[in-house]
């Protein structure tokens, strides 16, 4: 069992109804701005991720950070370090062929959990790019998908 540093915001807490706020302005800015702004965090990149509702069927757009592997795309369903992964996770493994937007780009993509090899190999560059994914993993017992899209 990991070790646990500190605990993330509990699924009520306020701080994800401020961080929903957080993101439909990054969305915002990075649309306006063709990603000159809201496109990056620190040195790692942001994509706007599309997804449907895999309950209710809405359309869903969620800016997230990530890794540049050749032509594909890996993306991390961290949630901080929440016990559950996020609602685009499930959204995506329901409906895995979707959209992405880049800056001054739009990409079909097909999504898919990376295998353990592949998970063996990425791991370490993303939290190379974004440190705190290596804190989040201490957070939880579950073990941190990561996403390829493709």
Known sequence: MPARYAKPPSADSPFWKAFEVVTTLNTKLFRLTGGRIGGSFGKARILLLHHVGRKSGKERVSPL???RDGE??????????????????HNLMANPDT????????????????????????????????GSYADYQTYTDRKIPLVILE
């Open 72 to 89: 594909r795309l890996v993306i991390v369903a961290s949630k901080g370090g929440s016990e559950k992964n996020p609602a685009w996770y």
């Open 99 to 130: 959209l992405v937007e880049l800056p001054r780009e739009k990409r079909s993509v097909h999504a898919r959990q990376a295998n353990d090899e592949e998970r063996a190999d990425l791991w370490p560059r993303l939290v190379d790019m974004y």
């Open 65 to 67: 950070l990530y890794l």
